[in-house]
């Protein structure tokens, strides 16, 4: 049986860390789902606008070798995109490890027989620091 995975994240400002995950995520699994999250969702959650379109976030993002289908994520509960999606096993950056939030998800995801992979987060590269930078040289 073919071993589902997901990696949800917003790729905006695609850069190192995006494809880091995604390639460390498809050694881990047979079929990568890309959750490309929603314009409203990424609002919501980290209070700012993508910079580029969830349309393009979506083409960037299903063009990469690793990711065999790429899907917008409505969902900052990412159990919920579990019970649309049905993976086997998430991917998240490591820095949600031990959070409250992140020991929740993992104890919901195992009640369902997923599990909740982590891998490093890319300090040195993020659409955070990209943005501060572009911010400084406008």
Not at 102 to 127: C, D, I, K
Request: glycine content about 8%; overall charge neutral.
């Amino acid at each position: 049986m073919a071993v589902i995975g997901y990696a949800p994240g917003a790729y905006d400002l695609f850069h190192i860390g995006h494809l880091n995950i995604l390639r460390q995520a498809r050694e881990h699994c047979d079929h990568l789902i890309a959750g490309v999250v929603a314009d409203d969702v990424i609002l919501r959650a980290k209070a700012r606008q993508a910079i580029v379109p969830l349309a393009e976030r979506l083409d960037i993002v299903g063009s990469i070798r690793y990711v065999d289908e790429a899907v917008v994520d409505n969902h900052t509960d990412k159990f919920k995109s579990w019970e649309e999606f049905g993976y086997d096993i998430l991917f998240k950056g490591d820095d949600w490890r031990g959070t409250p939030r992140g020991v929740l998800l993992e104890h919901r995801l195992r009640s369902v027989g997923a599990r909740l992979v982590y891998f490093p987060y890319t300090m040195h590269t993020s659409s955070t620091v990209l943005r501060k930078h572009l911010a400084g040289s406008a």
